[in-house]
């Protein structure tokens, strides 16, 4: 079945120092490919997307794109805040025989990330 | 535009008890989806309902069940609770016009089992 595997956490990093989260999913088909972030005590928000390959999702300074040739979503920042400290999460939405599902999603485990001034 | 509201936000059962939580998704949305997420196994889907029929499911046992009214609006009920149960449960919604898989998370409910 399909399946997400991320960077195991926690990743603690000072300001401005440069992220990659790397994300890596095995799926039939065309996915589409996903960020999510959970700030604290709050539910999970949508960072950014990328339908198909060669597509880059970007969003506050984020960026990731999609390798179909390694099967990969690696999460990008080139300078980070304080307040980018939060689980990050890649996803895949599945091609499903049948029909399609807007709901369905396989997450990675998440990564922590705490981020220092 | 208010978001996805789930109630409710906490709550405390014991074995064998069953619980009902409920999903308000956002006005226009058709597609409500449930997710339970526990620090072991991560997040995990559990099941997608549009215009009131469960479309897909995931690898729950049958205790776990969910439907949709007509006003988009969804429960899901989990019976004959078990330790293992508690966890977050979250809810999402889609407008299904957008791309699967975009969703809009409520900031879910939070379930112990004692």
């Known amino acids: 079945g399909d399946s997400v595997t991320q960077m195991e956490g926690p990743v603690t990093l000072s300001e401005e120092a440069c992220l990659t989260i790397?994300?890596?999913?095995?799926?039939?088909?065309?996915?589409?490919l996903f960020w999510y972030v959970q700030y604290p005590g709050e539910g999970l928000q949508l960072l950014l997307k990328?339908?198909?390959?060669?597509d880059k999702g970007s969003n506050k300074g984020f960026e990731a794109t999609y390798r179909k040739e390694t099967t990969s979503f690696h999460l990008e920042k080139g300078s980070v805040q304080v307040s980018d400290s939060a689980v990050y999460f890649c996803?895949?939405?599945?091609?499903?025989?049948?029909?399609?599902?807007?709901?369905?999603?396989?997450f990675g485990q998440g990564t922590i990330l705490t981020v220092h001034p | 535009k208010a978001g996805v509201t789930q109630t409710p936000r906490y709550l405390i059962k014991t074995r064998g008890q069953q619980v009902t939580l409920s999903c308000s998704p956002i006005?226009?949305?058709?597609?409500v989806s449930w997710y339970q997420q526990t620090p072991g196994q991560g997040l995990q889907f559990l099941f997608e309902?549009?215009?009131?029929?469960?479309?897909n499911k995931g690898n729950f046992p049958g205790r776990f069940s969910g439907r949709q009214f007509s006003n988009s609006r969804s429960e899901m009920n989990v019976s004959t609770l078990e330790l293992g149960d508690s966890a977050l449960y979250l809810c999402?919604?889609?407008?299904?016009?957008?791309?699967?898989?975009?969703?809009?998370f409520g900031e879910g409910s939070r379930l112990t089992v004692l």
């Open positions: 999402a919604s889609s407008p299904a016009t957008s791309v699967p898989g975009e969703l809009f």
């Open positions: 790397n994300c890596t999913y095995t799926a039939t088909g065309y996915p589409s």
């Open positions: 990328a339908t198909k390959a060669d």
């Open positions: 996803a895949l939405s599945p091609t499903l025989a049948g029909g399609t599902s807007y709901g369905k999603l396989t």
């Open positions: 006005s226009g949305h058709r597609s």
């Open positions: 309902y549009f215009s009131e029929t469960q479309r």
